[in-house]
T-cell receptor
Framework: DQQVKQNSPSLSVQEGRISILNCDYT??????FLWYKKYPAEGPTFLIS?????DKNEDGRFTVFLNKSAKHLSLHIVPSQPGDSAVYFC???????????FGKGTKLSVKP | DAGITQSPRHKVTETGTPVTLRCHQT?????MYWYRQDPGHGLRLIHY???????DKGEVSDGYSVSRSKTEDFLLTLESATSSQTSVYFC???????????FGPGTRLTVT
């Protein structure tokens, strides 16, 4: 059973608007969450992370929100730019050796 | 960018042949990982290493073996390639401190 779920396979947003990507998890033992961005034919790139002791982490245009009671996190991109068009993966720490469990990804398209 | 290279970048092989993929890092990171990415599945962990000669299985390890004889190299071997192993393979590294993993550019493997 999937422990990290990204229920929206795709999202389309207008340039300049906010993009909100969602992620749900089932294991309450997860205590660290990460977002990765992936362009075609490239490896995933680390974007931003959040520890379970926080409910928000911000880095420039990117903000991640964590709602532990709902086992839900979201990535906000404001303002969205065409260069943000990529597949975004949510991940959670899955073990003591730093293993990550990934969601299936959401493809974001930002239209000019 | 983290110094991670993967070789080969593309490979086509026949069913039943052995295949070895190489991951090389210049960051002296302790942890190294092999993932595969398939449509509808996101990234799934195959094997990982937490030090020289220390390896363990991930979620989808059947049909794969790994070796790590030096800190900088992590090899993934498909002992007898099958069509179900057609995929894009990513290597990742981590120093374990912050849990972020940094990915290589990937190897596209096609088994005919």
């Amino acid at each position: 059973d999937q422990q990290v779920k990204q229920n929206s396979p795709s999202l389309s947003v207008q340039e300049g608007r906010i993009s909100i990507l969602n992620c749900d998890y089932t294991n309450s033992m997860f205590d660290y969450f990460l977002w990765y961005k992936k362009y075609p034919a490239e490896g995933p790139t680390f974007l931003i992370s959040i520890s379970s002791i926080k409910d928000k982490n911000e880095d420039g245009r990117f903000t991640v929100f964590l709602n532990k009671s709902a086992k839900h996190l979201s990535l906000h991109i404001v303002p969205s730019q065409p260069g943000d068009s990529a597949v975004y993966f949510c991940a959670a720490n899955g073990g003591s050796q730093g293993n990550l469990i990934f969601g299936k990804g959401t493809k974001l398209s930002v239209k000019p | 960018d983290a110094g991670i290279t993967q070789s080969p970048r593309h490979k086509v092989t026949e069913t039943g042949t052995p295949v070895t993929l190489r991951c090389h890092q210049t960051e002296n990171h302790r942890y190294m990982y092999w993932y595969r990415q398939d449509p509808g599945h996101g990234l799934r962990l195959i094997h990982y290493s937490y030090g020289v000669k220390d390896t363990d299985k991930g979620e989808v390890s059947d049909g794969y073996s790994v070796s790590r004889s030096k800190t900088e190299d992590f090899l993934l071997t498909l002992e007898s390639a099958t069509s179900s192993q057609t995929s894009v393979y990513f290597c990742a590294i981590s120093d374990g401190t912050w849990l972020e993993q940094y990915f290589g550019p990937g190897t596209r493997l096609t088994v005919t």
